[in-house]
């Protein structure tokens, strides 16, 4: 088969489960109505950018203070845009994200493991994935987070290291929490090279060698990255209504205040929140977040619930459990480099939540790393050598059965309040 060939296979494959994946986020994608969780925020925010260039009150005029980064926002912007000030058009922008994140999972796996089963393996896991379709139907930040993770990821793997910084400066530029993969890819990058130098010895042509490329790696994962995260601050530059815009003459001095005060308030985010969860439940789906939920009158029975809940297809992501922690035991006894990569983007994403133990925070974080958490299950299966297919198409089909009973609640379905009750299958989901 022809190179040509081979990559037209590729992309047939990986836009068809896109517009799958597409076709099931557009569908009743106005449904609930109104703005639920917190789209309060995030589309009330990304309808202002559109309008003014920066948050502002819409009943007062002022200007708010915001404690994320602009550029999820204005990419929510984008469907209110095309679409208007409503519910499919604030969500439209994270169908589409999500669709794409699919066909990303495609092209990962394939660069990962260059076989097609593989790849196909990974790219149906994401498209049965409860959480990933929850987050692809609301207007949230983290489905845009994701998607800078994987470009960025992608680019690595090419060793596309220019553009893999500017979308991991996007990443920040959608939420903070980008900032850990950043620093994980610039020291992997940093492992690399000295693997590669110390292979060839340390002769006095080659340190200076070494220097230059230390200097390029600054440049890439050091200026650039900060140059991309400033750049989407534009409108807030732009306008003189934005928050303490005005605190200080040099609008650099400004931005450095915001960004001081956003920092204390994440710092002090201490709240009690019904849904809040702990990152030690996370892997385990031990308390998934309810986005919305409802009673509604009419549902075929007597009592009804309607409700859509950030919970991943259990059987996948408890599987994905010992896919990680076999990945490790891989990767201690043989270093594959497919492991390393897969657990340090795992690693980057979910570990330093860990260190703030007395911060909110929820399970639907998870997103940012979920599919590296299912290529481990792609990369236990590539170590299988005989009945590879078999193996691939039996666990789809039980994750896929898993899916669909659990389809009404990713959703937001109506169904019987005893119907609703038998998907509880955890005390602690309710």
């Not at 202002?48 to 200007?63: F, M, P, Q, R, Y």
């Amino acid at each position: 088969m022809t190179t040509q060939l081979r990559i037209s296979r590729d992309w047939a494959i990986a836009l068809g489960f896109g517009a799958l994946g597409l076709a099931l986020r557009l569908w009743s994608l106005g449904t609930p109505k109104g703005k639920i969780f917190d789209e309060v925020y995030y589309a009330t925010n990304a309808h202002s950018l559109l309008i003014n260039g920066v948050e502002l009150d819409a009943k007062t005029g002022a200007a708010e203070f915001i404690v994320h980064p602009p550029i999820g926002k204005w990419l929510i912007a984008l469907g209110i845009k095309a679409f208007g000030y409503n519910e499919f058009g604030w969500r439209f922008a994270a169908a589409a994200v999500g669709s794409i994140s699919i066909i990303l999972m495609y092209f990962t796996a394939k660069k990962l493991f260059n076989n097609q089963l593989l790849s196909v393996f990974a790219t149906f896991l994401i498209s049965v994935d409860g959480l990933h379709l929850v987050h692809s139907r609301i207007a949230l930040l983290d489905i845009f987070l994701l998607l800078f993770i994987q470009i960025a990821v992608l680019a690595f793997l090419h060793k596309k290291y220019w553009f893999c910084s500017i979308a991991l400066g996007l990443a920040v530029a959608t939420k903070w929490s980008g900032l850990y993969l950043l620093v994980a890819l610039a020291l992997l990058v940093l492992v690399f090279d000295y693997r590669k130098f110390r292979h060839l010895g340390f002769d006095r042509p080659l340190l200076e060698m070494m220097r230059k490329t230390f200097l390029l790696r600054f440049l890439q994962f050091g200026i650039l990255p900060v140059l991309t995260y400033v750049a989407t601050w534009a409108g807030w530059f732009a306008t003189s209504g934005g928050w303490d815009r005005n605190w200080s003459t040099n609008p650099i001095k400004s931005l450095w205040h915001y960004h001081a005060e956003i920092l204390n308030f994440h710092a002090k985010l201490t709240e009690s929140h019904p849904y809040s969860a702990n990152p030690w439940s996370w892997l385990i789906q031990g308390r998934p977040t309810s986005f919305f939920y409802e009673t509604p009158k009419s549902c075929g029975g007597a009592n009804c619930a309607q409700e859509v809940l950030a919970l991943g297809t259990p059987i996948l992501w408890w599987a994905a459990v010992l896919g990680l922690l076999i990945t490790f035991g891989y990767w201690v006894s043989r270093r594959d480099w497919q492991a390393e990569i897969i657990l340090v983007v795992v690693a980057a994403c979910y570990l330093p939540w860990f260190a703030f133990q007395k911060r909110t925070m929820f399970s639907f974080y998870a997103i940012a790393f979920e599919p590296f958490l299912l290529l481990t299950l792609v990369y236990l299966l590539s170590k299988v050598f005989r009945n590879q297919k078999q193996i691939a198409v039996g666990f789809s089909a039980l994750v896929l059965v898993n899916f669909l009973y659990f389809l009404p609640l990713y959703l937001g379905t109506p169904i019987s309040y005893n119907s609703w009750h038998d998907h509880m299958w955890l005390p602690s989901w309710i």
